[in-house]
């Protein structure tokens, strides 16, 4: 894996944010909170994605509170590149408190388990890697035939911003500019096929989507 200037200052960038942000918030509290939103997530794509008891899962780019924390009745494997720093610093994430969770530190670019998922989350966490098309490779290499790839996405709303911040760095925290049409064709390129887009939040320079997609 090549780490490139960029993407070294977007994870340092990255750690800031997160201490910066969760040293305000009571740790029960956020938790809480955290586990709503993620649930929220999971029924709003319940049809097109069900989670089941015994499922393989991967969480790729978790952060300290990923997707991980609404599964406890699967089999999970977690990997974010700043996993041991977010145990280190933060209070609001201890691996141990996640007994059903098989944490690996490291980029997603460099993650080869041999195993192949009933269901691969990569939520809020494609921009930020160093090598986005080799990330979507490895990702659909992970996900079994007939398996789901669920991925939150920030998309640009305007090509002339897609292409100033692509020049000019007008977002540290994401390295890489695409907008939707773009993003679902990393999905459709790689035999897979979209089964829901959904914006969840709009903004003026990026919407943020999730989409489910289903390996042929």
Known sequence: MKKTLKWNIAQKAELRWWENYLKVKDVEQYHIWKKKYWQKLLDLIALTCPVSQDMHVLDAGCGPSGIFMNLEKCHVFALDPLLDAYDKNLQHFKKSNFPYVKFYSMPLEKFSSGKKYDIVFCMNAINHVSDLKGCYDLLADHVKPGGKLVVTIDA???????????????????????????????????????????????KFFFDHYIQVAEKK
């Open 156 to 202: 640009h709303n305007y090509s002339f911003f897609k292409n100033l911040f692509r020049i000019i760095p007008g977002d540290i925290l994401h390295p890489h500019q695409y907008d939707l049409e773009e993003y679902e064709a990393f999905l459709t390129d790689r035999n897979f096929k979209i089964l829901q887009s959904e914006n969840l939040k709009q």
